[in-house]
């Protein structure tokens, strides 16, 4: 990208900020509900148009795991990874082994997430699908939120790794 479509860019995200801010001004709480509320309704639509795309490839064991893998690496996609990370999901099917960074593994059918840290550090969690496409989807979050996990306790700042002091009023101390 130039660093005149940067700019242009930096410019119109400026006014739609500034835009968003005059209407919070005008409309007070009642916008940003609204618009809360909005957010919602297009993140459910989408959630259930995945669902029913998963429920279409229930038949098709390995599309269906591979849909899921699919939205696993776009999930782990949105996290923050400090350089050098890297990360894959792959769908398993239990016949075969897996070799992950020159490791054989045994397998089910599933979907399995590997985290590489820039140390050589390997992570793998796995998840058996079950093909129900509500519970394998929440599944998928939850691998994503445990390889966020995974990052931050690496770079030391996951509060539960911490034994924190905590005062009276419920402020964690170092």
Do not use: H
Not at 144 to 160: C, F, M, P, R, W
């Amino acid at each position: 990208m130039l660093k005149i479509d940067k700019e242009k860019q930096k410019k119109r995200e400026m006014e739609q900020a500034e835009d968003y801010l005059n209407q919070v001004e005008s409309g007070g709480s009642k916008f940003v509900i609204q618009d809360i509320e909005k957010d919602r309704k297009a993140q459910k639509t989408a959630e259930e148009a995945f669902l029913s795309d998963l429920e279409t490839k229930k038949l098709y064991k390995i599309t269906y795991r591979r849909k899921l893998a699919d939205e696993l690496q776009k999930k782990v996609g949105g996290i923050d990874f400090p350089k050098g990370w890297k990360y894959d999901a792959i769908p398993t099917d239990g016949q075969r082994q897996l070799r992950v960074y020159g490791k054989w593994l045994d397998t089910q059918e599933g979907v399995v997430l590997v985290l590489k840290s820039p140390r050589g550090e390997v992570f793998i969690r796995a998840v058996k699908t079950c093909y129900q496409p509500e519970v394998d989807f929440k599944a998928m979050a939850i691998l994503a939120v445990q390889a966020e996990n995974t990052v931050d306790s690496n770079k030391g700042i996951l509060l539960s790794d911490k034994k924190a002091k905590k005062t009276k009023s419920g402020i964690y101390l170092p």
